[in-house]
């Protein structure tokens, strides 16, 4: 009996570590930090927003953003798609029309959102 329970313990923990492995992939937060060290500043105009479903530590919300980069002498203006973890206390920061601080790597058009998300 005690070692069914250490069993269905052990799963639990593993389901939720696994949770958490596949939210951070989707956030794709490695890519993010890469972009942020080495990308150029940029604005963007949040176009489209909608929760993704998933959360991160059972608070931070995934959101998919559209947005609307800005020109700059390197790029020419352009939309690009974006996930991110955002505190729900932070949301209203990220609705639509507002303009948002990123950092761009013009070769690729990654993006990363360059303000507070937490």
């Known amino acids: ?24 992939f989707k956030a794709d937060t490695g890519k ?18 909608y929760d993704t479903g998933e959360r991160i530590d059972t608070m931070y919300v995934l959101v998919r953003m559209r947005l609307l980069v800005e020109a ?22 990220f609705s639509v029309g507002k303009r948002a601080k990123v950092r761009v790597i013009a070769a690729s058009r990654d993006i990363a959102i360059d303000q507070p998300l937490r």
Not at 12 to 23: P, T
Not at 76 to 85: G, R
């Open 1 to 24: 009996m005690i070692e069914l329970l250490v069993v269905v313990v052990v799963a639990v923990v593993v389901v939720f570590a696994l949770q958490r492995l596949v939210a951070r």
């Open 32 to 49: 993010a930090e890469h972009v942020l060290r080495s990308g150029q500043p940029a604005t963007a105009v949040i176009l489209d927003t």
């Open 72 to 93: 700059s002498p390197e790029w020419s203006a352009f939309e690009s798609d974006i996930v991110v973890p955002v505190s729900p206390v932070k949301l209203s920061d």
